[in-house]
């Protein structure tokens, strides 16, 4: 992109929203154009409102006396609020995506020693960076979706790229129907020259033209874009009545009105939903929790023949389950059926771990726990059941080797080992010199 002569900078300036003069004169800062990096456009980190008052910051930056206009004034030139601006710039000095921030804040004082407004600066663009040479006066004019997307088509037609609907899209994070619209916006403003079908292979041929409003900024249109209300820039819709669309037949001039209720003209008596009362109908009464619980009132528990001669050896304890316990119950069993488990070895199971347990508390939550599953013993075969077979009931010899194998392995060898004499088998702690001990040796050695 060519590095175009920048105009001089936009001076100090006072007024209305985005700085207008008096009608028929043109502002010094109408023919200023910045460079605005396509980091902060085009990565989609910024707001587009934070990308307008990136812009609106290069332009006073380029000044002299620097970028000294308070949050007031920059909300003025802008046309937004105050709380709205301090938004936007709090966007803009967080850091960015790389961890730099896009504006700095020095404050200054007088020699007087009182604070005065503080200078911001923007980050400088790099060397090899690219960026979109826009007009100042598009982020005051456009909203702030229209002006990202005028920066957008800027850059475009500067690098002679053919910008699609689908890419604007899924920069501005909007449809293809509201980017179709919002380029119909620019056309009618005078803003971008949209020629239809006029290119390569049925292509739209988009070029962008200088600021067209020749120092009067058009008014934004409250365009919502298939949205509920217009674009308020973080305030709210209008609660207040409208004198002008309502109907001055039926409004009075002053004040207000008021409607009598009590005469019936209005319309029949308003019906008490809250409280159950006869009088209510059926769709329109309250939910009342019951003072107790209802009785099961759903099918009577049925359980299958092969089930119910598994559970045998603890029938006794089935009337004091509930009825989901005991569904949860009948499901285990079927499942256990299903996978292979053969219903004696379940039964004997059962039988075996009621006999084990003298105190049962809670005969669901034992059933369920500690009685069904299946849980081998050290072996880990099936016939085997916490160190036990299943048929027999007698200990399992396997769980009882490597039971004691492991007490082996776990316990330290004994070094402390008996001595004998080789002649007298007399016992010594610590071994004899030729395997004698000291009476059984011979003399003189």
């Known amino acids: 992109m060519p590095f175009l002569p920048a105009p001089a900078p936009e001076p100090r300036h006072s007024g209305g929203a985005g700085g207008a003069g008096p009608a028929g004169t043109v502002p010094l800062w109408h023919a200023q154009k910045i460079a605005l990096p396509k980091r902060v456009w085009g990565s989609g980190h910024y707001s587009p409102g934070a ?8 332009a006073l930056d380029m000044r002299r006396q620097r970028c000294r206009a ?6 003025a030139m802008l046309g937004d609020s105050k709380r709205t601006a301090e938004r936007y710039l709090a966007e803009l000095a967080a850091p960015g995506p790389d961890g730099v921030p896009e504006t700095d804040v020095i404050r200054h004082t007088d020699p007087g020693g009182r604070g005065t407004t503080a200078e911001r600066r923007v980050r400088p663009l790099g060397k ?9 006066c598009a982020c005051k004019a456009l909203r702030p979706t229209q002006f990202v997307l005028y920066c957008a088509l800027a850059y475009a ?3 002679h790229i053919p910008a699609t609907a689908s890419e604007l899209a899924a920069l501005l994070g909007v449809s293809e129907r509201t980017v179709r619209r919002l380029l119909d916006a620019l056309d009618a403003l005078g803003w971008i020259t949209l020629g239809r079908r006029a290119g390569y292979q049925g292509r739209h041929v988009i070029t962008v033209n200088g600021c067209p409003g020749h120092g009067t900024s ?6 919502t874009n298939g949205g509920s209300g217009p674009d308020t820039s973080g305030g709210s819709l209008a609660i207040k009545e409208d004198t002008q669309l309502t109907d001055g037949r039926s409004t009075p001039e002053r004040g207000s009105f008021r409607r009598r209720r009590d005469d019936g003209s209005y319309g029949p008596a308003p019906v008490d939903t809250c409280g159950n009362t006869p009088r209510v109908p059926a769709a329109l009464r309250g939910r009342v929790r019951p003072a107790a619980r209802p009785a099961y009132a759903g099918p009577p ?10 559970l045998d050896p603890v029938r006794d304890l089935l009337p004091a389950c509930t009825p989901f316990t005991v569904r949860r119950i009948a499901r ?23 006999a084990q347990t003298h105190t049962i508390h809670d005969p669901g939550r034992w059933i369920l726990g500690a009685a069904l599953p299946a849980r081998p013993g050290p072996c880990n075969t099936a016939d085997c059941y916490r160190g036990y077979q299943r048929h027999t009931g007698t200990p399992c010899k396997a769980c009882a080797e490597l039971t004691a194998a492991r007490l082996r392995a776990a316990r330290p060898p004994h070094t402390s080992a008996w001595h004998e004499c080789n002649q007298c088998r007399a016992p010594a702690h610590t071994p004899s010199p030729y395997g004698l001990c000291a009476a059984c040796q011979p003399t003189g050695t």
Not at 70 to 75: N, W
Not at 128 to 136: L, N, P, S
């Open 128 to 136: 090899a960076e690219h960026f979109a040479y826009v007009d100042v």
């Open 70 to 75: 308070g949050v007031a004034t920059l909300a």
């Open 51 to 58: 990308v307008r008052y990136r812009a609106q910051l290069a």
């Open 332 to 354: 285990e069993v079927g499942r256990q059926l299903d996978t292979g488990v053969f219903a004696e070895d379940i039964r004997d199971q059962l039988t075996r771990m009621r």
């Open 157 to 159: 037609d500067a690098m």
């Open 218 to 223: 058009p008014a934004p249109s409250p365009d």
């Open 301 to 310: 528990l049925t359980l299958s023949p092969r089930v119910w001669a598994v």
